[in-house]
C-alpha cells in the first residue's frame, strides 16, 4: 500500500522529467540538424561543394521531410555533377511541405542539361499554374524550346521572360538572338544584341553580344548573292566516236582522235536566306569545238530554279531545270527535269540524300525509223550518303535507279548505277578528286535492227588535281577511262580522256 501510494505521488514528477528528457533529446536533434545546415552552406558558399555534399547528405538523413535539405543536397550534387542525385533531390524539395519555390527552376535546368526534355515541360507547366517564379520558367521554357529546334516558340518564351523579370532581359535578349541566327534571319539577330548592349553596356555578356554582332556584320558584308565562274579547258580524247573495240567486217570508222577546247560559264543566284526557306538559281553554258571534226561540236544551255526548306537537321529541296542541246551548230535536245530531295544530317558527321525524279527528253529531229525514236520520259530514283572529315577531306556514295521509256522501242531500258568519289587537300591550295562508277543497263524490248535483247555494263574512273594559282583562279588536270561492254559488239568500246583546265570565280 505504502508502495502504491508512492507511486501515485511520484507519477507526476516522473512524467515531467520524461517529457523534458524527450524535449531535450529532440531539441538538441534539431539543433544539430541546424548546426549542420549552417555549416554545409557555409562550405557550398565558398564553392567547396565535395565537402557541402557530405554534410548536407547527413542533415538530409536525419531530416528526410526537410524540404530545405533536399533542395541544398540538390544543389550539392548538380555542382559535383551528380545529375541523376540532383533531380531526385530537387523533386523532394518541390514535393515536401513546405515546397521551396527556388528548386522548381533547379529542378528543370537539371532535366535540361541531362536532355529530359519532355519531362522538363511537365515541372514547367506546373511552375506555371502555381504561378512560382514566372519569370524563370518562362526563360527556361524557351531555353527548352531552343534545345528542340523549335526557334519561334523559343523567342516567344525569352520575350516574355524579359517582360516578367527586368534581371532577365538581357539575357534573354542574348537568346533571342541565337533563336534568330538558328532560323538564319541575321538582321533580327543584330537587331537582338543591339539590345543586349543596351540593357547593360559594360556586361560580360554585352561584350560577347559587341563580338557576336561584329561577327554577323563581316559575315553579311561578304556574302555575295550573285556568283560566277569562267573557264577553259583543252582536251584529248582517243576515243571521241565511241568507235567500237570490236573490228566490224565491212565497216570503217576514222577519226575517232582528237583534241577539243571548251568554254564554261556559270552564273549562281542565291539571296541571303530569311528563315527556313531558301532559294537558288543556276544559268549555266557549254560549248565544245574540236580540231578535226564537227560531228560531235556541242553547246549546251541550263537553267535550274531550287527552292529549299531547312528543318532541324535536314532539308528538303525541290530543282526544277531545263536543258537546251545544240550538236553541230543545230538544235539537237531539251530536257526538262523535277528531282525532289531529301538530306539528313545523322550525327556528326554523317549526310543521307534521296530524290526522285522525272525528266522529259525531246530530240528537235524525228527519227527515221519510229523504233529508234529517243524521246521519251525519264524516272529516277537516287540514295547517296556523303562522310565530311574535319580535314577537308570527304567520301560519298551515290546509288541510282532509273527506267527510260523511250517512244521508241529499241531505246527502252532500265539501268542501275554506283558511283564512289572522294576529296582529299594535299595542301591547302593542292586537292585530289577521284570517282570511280559502274552502271548496268537492261533494254527491255528486243531490238529490230539486230533481232535480240542488249545488255550493257559501262564502267568509268577518274583523277584530278586541283591547284589555286591566283586567288580564285585554278588549274585542274584530269584523267578519265571508260569501258562499255555489250552484248552487241557495235556498243562496245574504250575510252582514255585527258583534260588541263583554268576557272575564275567571281
Known amino acids: 500500500m505504502q508502495v502504491d501510494s508512492f507511486i501515485r505521488r511520484c507519477a507526476p514528477c516522473i512524467r515531467t522529467a520524461v517529457f523534458l528528457q524527450l524535449l531535450f533529446v529532440l531539441s538538441a536533434a534539431t539543433l544539430h540538424a541546424s548546426e549542420l545546415m549552417d555549416k554545409g552552406i557555409k562550405e557550398f558558399r565558398a564553392e567547396n561543394f565535395e565537402e557541402s555534399l557530405v554534410i548536407f547528405k547527413k542533415a538530409r538523413q536525419e531530416e528526410p521531410d526537410n524540404s530545405v535539405a533536399a533542395y541544398y543536397l540538390g544543389l550539392a550534387c548538380k555542382h559535383s555533377g551528380l545529375m541523376v542525385d540532383a533531380v531526385e533531390n530537387f523533386k523532394a524539395a518541390v514535393s515536401l511541405t513546405p515546397a521551396v519555390q527556388d528548386a522548381y527552376p533547379e529542378l528543370v535546368d537539371s532535366l535540361y542539361n541531362n536532355n529530359e526534355l519532355q ?49 532577365l532581359s538581357q539575357a534573354a535578349y542574348m537568346q533571342i538572338a541565337m533563336a534568330y541566327a538558328g532560323e538564319k534571319k541575321p538582321v533580327k539577330a543584330k537587331e537582338a544584341l ?58 570503217i570508222i576514222s577519226g575517232e582522235k582528237g583534241y577539243y577546247a571548251a568554254a564554261i560559264f556559270s552564273a549562281n543566284y542565291s539571296p541571303l536566306p530569311m528563315g527556313p526557306w531558301s532559294l537558288t538559281a543556276a544559268y549555266n553554258v557549254y ?87 529517243r524521246n521519251g520520259d525519264v524516272y529516277s530514283m537516287l540514295l547517296g550518303y556523303i562522310h565530311p572529315y574535319a580535314n577537308g577531306a570527304m567520301v560519298n556514295f551515290r546509288y541510282e535507279r532509273t527506267m527510260d521509256m523511250t517512244d521508241g522501242r529499241n531505246w527502252e531500258n532500265e539501268g542501275d548505277e554506283l558511283n564512289l568519289g572522294g576529296i582529299y587537300p594535299v595542301t591547302g591550295k593542292v586537292g585530289l578528286l577521284a570517282n570511280a562508277g559502274y552502271m548496268q543497263q537492261e533494254y527491255q524490248k528486243e531490238s529490230t535492227v539486230f533481232l535480240k535483247f542488249r545488255h550493257d555494263k559501262i564502267y568509268n574512273s577518274s583523277i584530278s588535281a586541283k591547284t589555286e594559282l591566283l586567288k580564285d583562279l585554278n588549274l585542274t588536270l584530269t584523267y578519265g577511262w571508260t569501258k562499255a561492254v555489250s552484248n552487241i559488239p557495235v556498243y562496245d568500246y574504250k575510252r582514255n580522256h585527258y583534260t588541263a583546265g583554268l576557272d575564275y570565280s567571281f
Open 119 to 167: 519531362e522538363a515541360r511537365i515541372w514547367i507547366a506546373k511552375a506555371e499554374r502555381e504561378n512560382i517564379l514566372p519569370g524563370r520558367m518562362a526563360f527556361l521554357s524557351g531555353m527548352v524550346f531552343a534545345k528542340e529546334g523549335r526557334n519561334a516558340e523559343a523567342i516567344a518564351a525569352f520575350e516574355k521572360a524579359g517582360k516578367l523579370d527586368e534581371s
Open 194 to 251: 543591339k539590345a543586349v548592349i543596351t540593357v547593360a553596356p559594360d556586361t560580360e555578356l554585352a561584350s560577347f553580344a559587341r563580338e557576336y554582332d561584329a561577327a554577323l556584320t563581316e559575315a553579311l558584308s561578304k556574302y555575295k548573292s550573285w556568283r560566277f565562274n569562267a573557264g577553259v579547258t583543252y582536251s584529248y580524247d582517243d576515243n571521241i566516236v565511241s568507235k567500237p573495240s570490236t573490228v566490224i567486217p565491212g565497216v
Open 287 to 373: 560549248s565544245s569545238h574540236y580540231r578535226n571534226t564537227n560531228s560531235h561540236n556541242l553547246m549546251s544551255h541550263s537553267l535550274s530554279v531550287t527552292p529549299g526548306h531547312s528543318f532541324d537537321k535536314s532539308a528538303l529541296t525541290f530543282p526544277v531545270s531545263y536543258n537546251l542541246v545544240w550538236l553541230k551548230e543545230r538544235r539537237y535536245q531539251s530536257v526538262t527535269s523535277v528531282k525532289p530531295t531529301f538530306t539528313i544530317m545523322a550525327g556528326p558527321a554523317d549526310i543521307f540524300q534521296a530524290s526522285a525524279g522525272f525528266a522529259r527528253r525531246d530530240l528537235v529531229k524525228p527519227a527515221i525509223d519510229p523504233n529508234e525514236n
